[in-house]
């Protein structure tokens, strides 16, 4: 059977920065428990005039720029920070890119893990028509209140991917583990633009699903634990990533090394959580950083909150190294601008209710921009060469 799987991926950010040593600091808290604790350095804040719609479009753009459109059929959007109730962001995205009119657009939820349900949707979707390519989007805001536990783990990011037969970098496995169980270990209700969260019992959640999705991979004819030479695990924070490849090997009895994973990090501890984003941005930092990859099977483990997990595996391809993009990412990453703690604040805390109309303030020089809300609409806007 032909491959599937990912031919390319590209990452996108918003354009403010808080460095966490400054958070830290404000707080009286030491800087050592965010980056040697949370293992993050700095965390990404979208400015007042962009949004997942913004982010996606802007890590779409350079992967179709590459590839061309011909063959895609079908967008799938992923998120947990949502900007409608009802309407597909990835339907603000088709019009941004000028896609066909022909395309099947829609929009997956299920907190953080929803990129990965998008990726096994589109895998379908290629099999049973190989000519098509899928344009897979994870968009996430990701936004904890003021002074809380979860505020040094926010962030802002965006992964878009296109999944094809005969894939240039990572050829999906056909094996994969699931776990589900309801739990409120992190949710965020329709009326709150913060999630809620029960830090301890999400890290617990998070290590049962990753234990019940390895079972049930081991059970369906999945590869042994040695055959894995790279993991790369949902990020919300990369200490995560560590406490998962240890719960990983007491598991299994494995010996496993952070060595396994360290290359999934340096992306993940810029970005801070970017929700259904951060599994892919580990995934292109690996390959990004790693030049030993070829022929080499990376094990993926996606979390989503409330809570569901899934465990499968994929196989580097051969020539992976001529897609990498490490310098644009670090050039984006690089070029973030810093906000003071108090405008900071005043974002974070900015409310715009949508049965008002308003035009936000020209922040962003990206490709895309949020312009505001007219009668009740968001409303975007190409920037002009
Ligand atoms: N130097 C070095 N390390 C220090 C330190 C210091 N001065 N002070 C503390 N630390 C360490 C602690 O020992 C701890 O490490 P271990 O967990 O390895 O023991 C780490 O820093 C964090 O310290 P605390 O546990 O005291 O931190 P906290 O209680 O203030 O908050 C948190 C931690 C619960 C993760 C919080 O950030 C939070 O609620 N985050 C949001 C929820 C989250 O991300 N959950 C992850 C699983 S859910 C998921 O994956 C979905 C998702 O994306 C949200």
Redesign the pocket.
Known sequence: MTSIGIHDLTVSTAHHVIDLAELAEAGGV?P??FR???GQDRMSVPAADEDIVTMGAAAALPLLERHGTEGIRTVLFATESGVDQSKSAGLFVHELLGLPRTMRVVEFKQ??YAATAALQSALGIVARNPGERVLVIASDV?R?ELD???E??QGAGAVAMLVTADPALLAIEPVSGVAARDVD??WRPNDSTT?V?D??L??T??LGALTTAWDDFAARGGVEVAEIDRFCF?Q??T??AR?ALKGLAQHTGADLKDSLQEETFPYNRELG?T?TA?LYSGLASLLDHDDTLAGKRIGLFS???GAVGEFFTGIVQPGYQSLRRRDAVEAELDGRVPLTLAEYRELHSAEHPSDTDWETPRVTQGPFRFTGIRRQARQYEVRQA
């Open positions: 030491d050592a428990k040697v604790g949370l907190a953080c990701a904890y809380s536990p979860g040094p783990t270990d992190f999630a969260v830090g301890r999400s890290l959640a998070y949902h919300p924070f200490k995560m406490k959580n929700y951060s979390y989503g909150s």
